[in-house]
């Protein structure tokens, strides 16, 4: 069973510019998440999506981030303009419904803003 | 909202030797207690997990304990291995609110030979 895929795994960027992530989730998963990693920290939820619907987006700042789920599969996190401090790890896990337990997590997109 | 605090952030044993890892959350409401594991430039992966109507689970070497009057879990490692060297992960999920789990800040555990 394919996992969580992730892309791109690496983006350089300088700052003020347009970055996309993409996420496609294992397949019959209807819970979907981003989270954000900084360095030495733990995951940090910034959006959580059942189906198509945003039921979680309080950590997102949404003056720069948006993301959508369309038809509920993949999902694509966006940030325009990139700030310096938007330097992370973008992961993205899913599972099967949120109360379900288990995470599955994507390789994750490390985003480098000069 | 839930809050998680780990200990320690780098913890470093002999192979064989036993690890401890442990965690305090904030929200008497939380009911799942789920530990990673990620591995260098890896997704972080579940390990084990427990729920708040149980005070241990048990998998080959590895277990946790969770104390909830104190508010607090611990993930235990016993026989270590080269292999269990990597950053873990506790988290904490309330039953209330958003449901939303919370991830402590890490654990770097190196097992040295």
């Known amino acids: 069973e394919a996992g969580v895929v992730q892309s791109p795994r690496y983006k350089i960027i300088e700052k003020k510019q347009p970055v996309a992530f993409w996420c496609n989730p294992i397949?019959?998963?209807?819970?979907l998440y981003w989270y954000r990693q900084n360095l030495g920290q733990g995951p940090e939820l910034l959006i959580r999506?059942?189906?198509?619907?945003?039921?979680?987006d309080s950590q997102l700042p949404k003056d720069r981030f948006s993301a959508e789920r369309l038809k509920g599969v993949d999902s694509t996190l966006k940030i325009q303009p990139a700030e310096l401090g938007d330097s992370a790890v973008y992961l993205c896990?899913?599972?099967?419904?949120?109360?379900?337990?288990?995470?599955?997590f994507g390789e994750g997109s490390r985003l480098t803003v000069l | 909202g839930e809050n998680v605090e780990q200990h320690p952030s780098t913890l470093s044993v002999q192979e064989g030797d036993s690890a401890v890892i442990k965690c305090t959350y904030s929200?008497?409401?939380?009911?799942?207690f789920p530990w990673y594991k990620q591995e260098l430039g890896k997704r972080p992966q579940l390990i084990i997990d427990i729920r708040s109507n149980v005070g241990e689970k048990k998998d080959q070497r590895i277990a946790v304990t969770l104390n909830k009057t104190a508010k607090h879990f611990s993930l235990h490692i016993t026989e270590t291995q080269p292999e269990d060297s990597a950053v873990y992960f506790c988290a904490g999920r309330s039953s209330g609110g958003y449901n939303k789990l919370i991830f402590g800040a890490g654990t770097r555990l190196a097992v040295h030979p």
């Open positions: 896990a899913s599972s099967f419904e949120w109360h379900t337990g288990e995470l599955f």
């Open positions: 929200d008497s409401a939380s009911n799942y």
């Open positions: 397949s019959g998963h209807n819970t």
């Open positions: 999506y059942e189906n198509e619907e945003a039921v979680d």
